[in-house]
Nanobody, 126 residues
Framework: QVQLVESGGGSVQAGGSLRLACTASEYTYKSGCLAWFRQIPDHGRQGVAAIDTDNSTRYAEFVSGRFTISKDNAKRTVYLQLDSLKPKDSAMYYC????????????????????WGQGTQVTIAS
């Protein structure tokens, strides 16, 4: 049974925007921390942003106010709004769900998450 399904990736020019969406099964959505990671070839997955069951959010330092994570409980969907995109933001973006809260010390660790989507590609042209 598919737990997480991402959409919204694509190709845009530097400075542009994209909105990623991840729809989750009911169990997965309610379990705990929901997060977005990204990965480029030959590198590990990098935490981008996370949102907790109480809607508190966490962002990686490199985001610098350019991205916004949010969720719609009625649709069981978590979003990642990507603004002011740079070529170095090009990566495969993954949605992840964990069974605990978004702990400030470990949320960026992929090992903290139980479920993963298939990924959606984001490509930023210079």
């Amino acid at each position: 049974q598919v737990q997480l399904v991402e959409s919204g990736g694509g190709s845009v020019q530097a400075g542009g925007s994209l909105r990623l969406a991840c729809t989750a099964s009911e169990y997965t959505y309610k379990s705990g921390c929901l997060a977005w990671f990204r990965q480029i070839p030959d590198h590990g997955r990098q935490g981008v942003a996370a949102i907790d069951t109480d809607n508190s959010t966490r962002y990686a330092e490199f985001v610098s106010g350019r991205f916004t994570i949010s969720k719609d409980n009625a649709k069981r969907t978590v979003y990642l709004q990507l603004d002011s995109l740079k070529p170095k933001d090009s990566a495969m973006y993954y949605c992840a769900a964990g069974s605990t809260v978004c702990d400030v010390w470990v949320w960026e660790n992929p090992g903290e998450f139980d479920f993963w989507g298939q990924g959606t590609q984001v490509t930023i042209a210079s």
